[in-house]
């Protein structure tokens, strides 16, 4: 409060620091015009008592002398006018002062209030705090106020619900159908496959000359079915430095274990090359209903790369496990709170929550997170009548997603 303070009666200080310079500086001129006037008024009379080469003066002498001496008074007279004009302008403009620091003050104590109820804006207008503070905290701790139960049937009703996004009238702004291959996993798995039949003996003979032993599996079927995931070694047994082979672990190496780590970091490669991206507009409001959460719709694709993400249930669905970056941009309605959530499943993670304005406001917020095939991520308004979203063709409403890194590799 004291930086405010200071902020505040700075500019004052150094304005009242300059009235009283200029009016001293105005003072001085005016000391130092009359003096000079007095001493040439002296120095006129002592040449006035001087004896003349001439024996008497002339009357006409005496009243060029008495005219020049009327002419400087009278311009000592406009120039003490002048500085008391000026004197009294510095006067009004140092009472303008004292009533702008009265007002300033003012408006300090006015926020020192507001600062000790807790209150985090500068001002009261375009607020709305008619309501109680039992009522004005329930806008800040909806979130764990959440009806669990209802959040579980909200997501279920996402995998029940068929796809509305092609509404009527709405056309995505991308649509990379034509642009994304979509590879079977059978086919993935057959080329996998190949390509270890290629690669393994080369790595056997390779282990073999630089002293790595490997067992030779009985029977030995590259055409089997890959072993399950639980009995596969959880790494490549091998690492080289360009040179030479070494052993990972001690434990038995066999040549099935060579055939399957090969194939699996074939198709985890493959996979790892996959994108995932999302970016969607709400262009219409949406205002809360009392006890009854929303999940918010939306009816713009600005991008679906990777197609994971549902606009016509708000929904993204993730099928490429990894990290994963989230942000969401809301405006709010007029007189009205923003309350929206972004859920990881059933449970929310980060949450925007505003006061109630006559002004237009917009909140921001965003998470990364780890997520596993199948989980689903999505924005919640509150259960609240008093939260609303505002939306037009203006595109303030956005919600937006992309893999950071998968978990493949």
Known sequence: MNCIQDQVQRPVLVELQSVNMYAKLSIAIVLVVVLSSADGVRRSRIRGREPTPSSSQTNSQLSAQYDELASRFDILQRQLDSALATINRLSQSLSTLEERDAEQTRLLSSVEERLGEGCTCGGSEGRDNSGPPSERNNMDGWVGQLDRETVREMRQSFNRRPSADKNAGEEDTEDDSDNEVEINPGVLDAIGKTFADMMAPRVIEKAGRSGVSIVRSQGVNKTEPSAPEESRPSRFPFHTDG???????????????????????????????????????????????????????????????????????????????????????????????IGVALMLNESPVVAVTTDASKRKVMQTQSSQLQLVEGDQVWLLLGPNNNFGIYGNDFNYNTFNGYLLYPNYI
Request: a positive charge; aromatic letters at 12%.
């Open 243 to 337: 040179k030479q082979l070494t052993v990972r672990n001690k434990r038995e190496i066999t040549e099935n274990d060579v055939y399957t780590q090969i194939e699996d970091t074939f198709t985890d490669l493959v996979k790892s090359n996959k994108k995932c991206a999302f970016s969607a507009i709400r262009t219409v409001p949406l205002l809360g209903i009392e006890n009854t959460p929303q999940a918010i719709t939306f009816q713009k694709n600005m991008a679906n790369k990777g197609k994971s993400f549902e606009r016509g249930k708000g929904v993204f669905t993730c099928k490429i496990p990894g990290i994963y970056y989230f942000s969401y941009t809301m405006r709010s309605y007029d007189e009205r709170h």
